[in-house]
Protein backbone atom coordinates (compact mmCIF):
# COMPACT_ATOMS: atom_id res chain seq x y z
CA UNK A 1 0.00 0.00 0.00
CA UNK A 2 1.33 3.45 -0.72
CA UNK A 3 1.65 5.73 2.12
CA UNK A 4 3.82 8.07 4.22
CA UNK A 5 4.65 6.60 7.74
CA UNK A 6 5.85 8.54 10.75
CA UNK A 7 6.86 7.36 14.16
CA UNK A 8 6.04 8.30 16.82
CA UNK A 9 2.64 9.26 16.94
CA UNK A 10 2.37 10.56 19.69
CA UNK A 11 5.46 11.95 21.97
CA UNK A 12 5.73 13.89 25.02
CA UNK A 13 9.54 15.19 26.04
CA UNK A 14 11.17 17.66 28.18
CA UNK A 15 12.66 20.99 27.15
CA UNK A 16 16.23 20.44 26.37
CA UNK A 17 16.04 16.18 25.35
CA UNK A 18 16.74 15.84 21.58
CA UNK A 19 14.34 13.83 19.66
CA UNK A 20 13.96 12.83 16.29
CA UNK A 21 10.83 12.41 14.43
CA UNK A 22 10.82 9.78 11.39
CA UNK A 23 9.41 9.85 7.71
CA UNK A 24 8.92 7.66 5.41
CA UNK A 25 7.64 6.85 1.84
CA UNK A 26 7.23 3.80 -0.45
CA UNK A 27 6.39 5.58 -3.46
CA UNK A 28 9.74 6.78 -4.59
CA UNK A 29 8.86 10.27 -4.60
CA UNK A 30 11.49 12.84 -4.85
CA UNK A 31 9.42 15.33 -2.96
CA UNK A 32 9.58 15.48 0.87
CA UNK A 33 8.64 18.22 2.94
CA UNK A 34 7.80 18.89 7.20
CA UNK A 35 5.02 21.34 7.98
CA UNK A 36 3.76 22.21 11.93
CA UNK A 37 -0.25 22.86 12.81
CA UNK A 38 -1.11 25.29 14.97
CA UNK A 39 -4.55 26.65 15.91
CA UNK A 40 -5.45 30.03 14.28
CA UNK A 41 -2.14 29.63 12.22
CA UNK A 42 -3.02 26.34 9.76
CA UNK A 43 0.40 24.53 8.29
CA UNK A 44 3.35 26.04 8.14
CA UNK A 45 6.22 24.99 6.81
CA UNK A 46 9.69 24.01 8.04
CA UNK A 47 12.19 21.92 5.32
CA UNK A 48 11.72 20.34 1.89
CA UNK A 49 13.97 18.16 -0.07
CA UNK A 50 13.48 18.31 -3.67
CA UNK A 51 15.65 14.60 -3.76
CA UNK A 52 18.22 13.26 -1.94
CA UNK A 53 21.13 15.76 -0.32
CA UNK A 54 19.24 18.34 -1.29
CA UNK A 55 16.82 20.58 1.61
CA UNK A 56 16.16 24.16 1.69
CA UNK A 57 13.85 26.09 4.38
CA UNK A 58 10.53 26.52 4.61
CA UNK A 59 9.14 29.55 6.63
CA UNK A 60 9.92 28.24 10.03
CA UNK A 61 12.98 25.88 9.93
CA UNK A 62 14.45 27.47 13.20
CA UNK A 63 15.08 24.91 16.03
CA UNK A 64 14.73 21.79 13.52
CA UNK A 65 17.00 20.09 11.20
CA UNK A 66 16.80 17.50 8.62
CA UNK A 67 18.70 15.25 6.21
CA UNK A 68 17.43 13.40 3.44
CA UNK A 69 20.27 10.40 2.60
CA UNK A 70 17.65 8.22 1.06
CA UNK A 71 15.13 8.78 -1.18
CA UNK A 72 12.30 7.23 0.72
CA UNK A 73 13.77 8.81 4.53
CA UNK A 74 12.86 12.19 5.94
CA UNK A 75 13.86 12.17 9.28
CA UNK A 76 13.26 15.61 11.69
CA UNK A 77 15.38 16.33 14.31
CA UNK A 78 14.85 18.45 17.33
CA UNK A 79 18.21 19.07 18.72
CA UNK A 80 16.58 21.23 21.78
CA UNK A 81 13.30 21.59 21.94
CA UNK A 82 11.37 23.93 23.68
CA UNK A 83 7.85 24.19 24.56
CA UNK A 84 6.71 27.00 21.43
CA UNK A 85 7.71 23.76 19.44
CA UNK A 86 4.65 21.56 21.19
CA UNK A 87 2.87 21.13 17.79
CA UNK A 88 1.18 18.62 15.47
CA UNK A 89 3.75 17.54 12.72
CA UNK A 90 2.97 16.56 8.97
CA UNK A 91 5.60 15.00 6.98
CA UNK A 92 4.62 14.56 3.06
CA UNK A 93 5.81 13.77 -0.15
CA UNK A 94 5.24 14.12 -3.83
CA UNK A 95 6.01 12.78 -7.21
CA UNK A 96 7.90 15.95 -8.66
CA UNK A 97 8.44 16.71 -12.52
CA UNK A 98 9.14 20.26 -12.44
CA UNK A 99 6.90 21.53 -10.08
CA UNK A 100 5.02 19.86 -6.92
CA UNK A 101 2.60 17.64 -7.41
CA UNK A 102 -0.42 16.49 -5.28
CA UNK A 103 1.41 15.46 -2.13
CA UNK A 104 0.89 12.44 -0.15
CA UNK A 105 0.25 13.13 3.90
CA UNK A 106 1.61 11.27 6.52
CA UNK A 107 -0.75 10.36 9.51
CA UNK A 108 1.17 13.14 11.47
CA UNK A 109 2.56 13.16 15.01
CA UNK A 110 1.65 14.95 18.13
CA UNK A 111 4.35 16.71 19.83
CA UNK A 112 4.42 18.17 23.37
CA UNK A 113 7.39 19.68 25.07
CA UNK A 114 7.10 19.91 28.52
CA UNK B 1 6.93 37.31 -0.08
CA UNK B 2 4.09 34.52 -0.68
CA UNK B 3 1.13 34.80 1.20
CA UNK B 4 -2.03 32.73 1.34
CA UNK B 5 -5.29 34.59 3.16
CA UNK B 6 -7.90 32.22 4.11
CA UNK B 7 -10.77 35.11 5.58
CA UNK B 8 -13.33 33.12 6.66
CA UNK B 9 -11.99 31.31 10.16
CA UNK B 10 -14.89 29.29 10.32
CA UNK B 11 -18.34 28.92 8.08
CA UNK B 12 -21.38 26.66 9.48
CA UNK B 13 -24.26 25.46 6.49
CA UNK B 14 -27.55 23.27 6.90
CA UNK B 15 -26.81 20.52 4.49
CA UNK B 16 -28.05 21.02 1.00
CA UNK B 17 -26.51 24.05 0.75
CA UNK B 18 -24.07 25.72 -1.65
CA UNK B 19 -21.49 27.25 0.38
CA UNK B 20 -18.48 29.18 -1.64
CA UNK B 21 -14.58 29.16 0.54
CA UNK B 22 -12.54 32.05 -0.38
CA UNK B 23 -8.47 32.05 -0.71
CA UNK B 24 -6.91 34.91 -1.29
CA UNK B 25 -3.05 34.65 -2.68
CA UNK B 26 -0.39 37.14 -3.40
CA UNK B 27 2.90 36.65 -4.67
CA UNK B 28 5.47 37.80 -6.88
CA UNK B 29 5.81 35.06 -9.70
CA UNK B 30 4.17 35.14 -12.63
CA UNK B 31 4.50 31.14 -12.56
CA UNK B 32 2.86 29.53 -9.60
CA UNK B 33 0.60 26.76 -8.82
CA UNK B 34 -2.32 26.65 -5.99
CA UNK B 35 -4.12 23.79 -4.24
CA UNK B 36 -6.89 22.93 -1.80
CA UNK B 37 -6.69 20.78 0.32
CA UNK B 38 -9.27 18.44 2.65
CA UNK B 39 -8.35 17.55 6.46
CA UNK B 40 -11.67 15.96 7.93
CA UNK B 41 -12.11 14.92 12.10
CA UNK B 42 -10.00 12.35 11.77
CA UNK B 43 -7.22 14.54 10.98
CA UNK B 44 -5.82 13.44 7.50
CA UNK B 45 -4.98 15.79 4.84
CA UNK B 46 -6.25 14.70 1.68
CA UNK B 47 -5.37 16.47 -1.55
CA UNK B 48 -8.22 18.30 -4.17
CA UNK B 49 -6.89 19.88 -6.55
CA UNK B 50 -3.76 22.24 -8.38
CA UNK B 51 -3.93 24.59 -10.87
CA UNK B 52 -0.86 25.94 -12.39
CA UNK B 53 -1.26 30.03 -13.16
CA UNK B 54 -1.43 29.85 -16.84
CA UNK B 55 -5.16 27.73 -16.49
CA UNK B 56 -7.55 30.03 -15.57
CA UNK B 57 -10.41 27.55 -16.15
CA UNK B 58 -12.56 26.78 -13.82
CA UNK B 59 -12.94 23.41 -12.91
CA UNK B 60 -15.61 21.38 -11.46
CA UNK B 61 -15.56 17.86 -9.73
CA UNK B 62 -19.30 16.17 -9.01
CA UNK B 63 -20.54 18.55 -6.09
CA UNK B 64 -16.81 20.71 -5.84
CA UNK B 65 -15.81 23.47 -8.16
CA UNK B 66 -12.91 25.87 -8.54
CA UNK B 67 -12.99 29.69 -9.50
CA UNK B 68 -9.46 30.86 -10.52
CA UNK B 69 -9.29 34.77 -11.20
CA UNK B 70 -5.32 36.03 -11.69
CA UNK B 71 -7.16 39.34 -11.98
CA UNK B 72 -8.19 39.29 -8.47
CA UNK B 73 -5.98 36.56 -7.44
CA UNK B 74 -7.92 34.39 -5.82
CA UNK B 75 -8.79 30.81 -5.97
CA UNK B 76 -12.52 30.21 -4.80
CA UNK B 77 -14.44 26.74 -3.97
CA UNK B 78 -17.12 26.04 -3.96
CA UNK B 79 -19.76 23.06 -2.27
CA UNK B 80 -22.67 22.54 -3.93
CA UNK B 81 -25.38 20.70 -2.09
CA UNK B 82 -23.22 20.68 0.71
CA UNK B 83 -23.51 16.98 2.97
CA UNK B 84 -22.19 16.24 6.56
CA UNK B 85 -19.28 14.88 4.93
CA UNK B 86 -18.14 17.45 3.88
CA UNK B 87 -17.28 19.16 7.49
CA UNK B 88 -13.76 19.32 7.36
CA UNK B 89 -11.25 22.38 7.33
CA UNK B 90 -10.22 22.94 4.26
CA UNK B 91 -6.55 24.53 3.53
CA UNK B 92 -5.53 26.69 -0.03
CA UNK B 93 -1.61 26.70 -0.50
CA UNK B 94 0.57 28.44 -2.83
CA UNK B 95 3.64 27.34 -4.36
CA UNK B 96 6.12 30.12 -6.03
CA UNK B 97 9.81 29.66 -7.64
CA UNK B 98 10.41 33.22 -6.16
CA UNK B 99 13.89 33.67 -8.59
CA UNK B 100 14.89 30.24 -7.30
CA UNK B 101 15.20 26.90 -9.14
CA UNK B 102 12.09 25.06 -7.74
CA UNK B 103 8.54 25.40 -6.62
CA UNK B 104 9.15 23.40 -3.20
CA UNK B 105 8.41 26.03 -0.93
CA UNK B 106 4.87 26.04 -0.16
CA UNK B 107 2.66 28.12 1.43
CA UNK B 108 -0.54 27.62 3.24
CA UNK B 109 -3.65 29.71 4.19
CA UNK B 110 -4.92 29.27 7.95
CA UNK B 111 -7.94 27.05 7.23
CA UNK B 112 -11.51 27.58 7.12
CA UNK B 113 -13.34 24.86 9.52
CA UNK B 114 -16.43 24.06 7.44
CA UNK B 115 -19.21 22.23 9.83
CA UNK B 116 -22.09 20.95 7.95
CA UNK B 117 -25.69 20.69 10.25
CA UNK B 118 -28.17 17.67 9.17
Redesign the interface.
Known sequence: EAQVTQNPRYLITVTGKKLTVTCSQNMNHEYMSWYRQDPGLGLRQIYYSMNVEVTDKGDVPEGYKVSRKEKRNFPLILESPSPNQTSLYFCASSFRLATVNEQFFGPGTRLTVL | AQKVT?AQ?EISVVEKEDVTLDCVYETRDTTY?L?W?KQPPS?????LI?R?SFDEQNEISGRYSWNFQKSTSSFNFTITASQVVDSAVY?C?L?ENAGGT??????????TILTVHP
Open positions: QTYFYGELVFRNFASSYGKLTFGQG
